[in-house]
């Protein structure tokens, strides 16, 4: 039993001896190290499930070609989740629309491209076919509905469009912001509203989804044309990153794949732009909220 206590006893000895002996060993292969994740985050032009529909194929095609980082798609409920988002630094990449795209230079973000076919970026009315509206002034008292009110496309250009036709839009008429496009369109299907503004993209969308609906449904009127949705990121994304980004989106319409991408966004192509792109949109928000209503306080 002695013998037996001390073998144990120096077998402990060496075992300590050991330890102070360590050395770590260090490999001279890296272990695996998570890719960054940077968040894309896409304004509501359509309701989630149709914005991953169309936008997820851009973002996996995106991914496939980044080394260093992923890009992850995020949608918003409605537009004030997504402004708040924007407003508070939690995308590193968005597309937001025009009236969006100035408020995130305004807020650590910088414009590096946009959506081409500015000819697409206009409003337009919607109202019923067997509906009795035959000029702006019939809006009179009525109900319009609008996707929401920092919408600038289907909300603020159609509320311009009335204001330069007659109507003041504060009292003339009720202005109801229903939370997305389709929305918006179902509300003067189903006879809630008067009139609905929405933006081409998203009409033709629901002509697609529901024939059956948008066959009582038609356009009145459409505004002009303005520069279209701008691609954004925050000034901390690493260059490396944003130029890899932006080369691969800015190439989509040369190659079959990416054509294929660009047509489910109706979409021609992505253009370069800047912090000083977006200028005439200034210009016109500070009009609208001069003559028609402010922006941010609107109910």
């Known amino acids: 039993m002695v013998g037996f206590l001390l073998a144990l006893f120096f077998a402990g000895c060496e075992n300590d001896a050991s330890k102070d002996d360590y050395v770590p060993q260090y490999s001279t292969t890296p272990l695996f190290v998570a ?7 896409v304004h509501p032009l359509h309701n989630s499930k ?20 992923k890009l992850r798609l995020e949608s918003s409920r409605d537009y004030p989740s997504f402004d708040k988002k924007l407003l508070a630094g939690h995308f590193d990449f968005a597309l937001p629309n025009p009236y969006q795209t100035i408020m995130a230079e305004d807020n650590g973000y910088a414009t590096f491209a946009k959506m081409g076919d500015d000819q697409n970026f206009r409003g337009i009315i919607l109202v019923r076919k067997d509906s009795n509206i035959t000029s702006v002034d019939d809006l009179r008292g009525k109900t319009v ?3 929401a009110a920092t919408a600038l496309a289907a909300t603020m250009m159609p509320q311009w469009y009335l204001h330069e036709h007659g109507l003041n839009v504060k009292y003339d008429v009720k202005n109801s912001y229903v939370g997305s496009q389709e929305s918006s369109i179902m509300n003067v299907y189903l006879g809630t509203s008067a009139a609905a503004a929405t933006w081409p993209p998203p009409w033709r969308a629901f002509i697609k989804e529901r024939p059956e609906v948008a066959d009582k449904v038609m356009i009145k009127w459409e505004t002009r044309p303005m520069l ?38 109706e979409l021609s192509r992505y253009e370069r732009a800047d912090d000083k792109t977006y200028e005439p949109v200034r210009e016109f928000l500070k009009k609208f909220e001069a003559r028609v209503r402010l922006i941010k306080d609107d109910k």
Request: negative net charge.
């Open 228 to 265: 279209n949705n701008g691609l954004v990121a925050k000034k901390d994304v690493p260059q490396d990153i944003l130029a890899k980004v932006a080369d691969v989106i800015l190439n989509l319409h040369t190659h079959e794949e990416g054509k294929k991408i660009l047509m489910e966004m």
């Open 50 to 69: 149709r914005l991953f529909e169309v936008y997820e194929p851009m973002i996996d095609y995106i991914n496939a070609r980044l080394d260093n980082a």
């Open 35 to 41: 890719k960054p994740v940077y968040i894309f985050g």
């Open 145 to 147: 509905s609008y996707p």
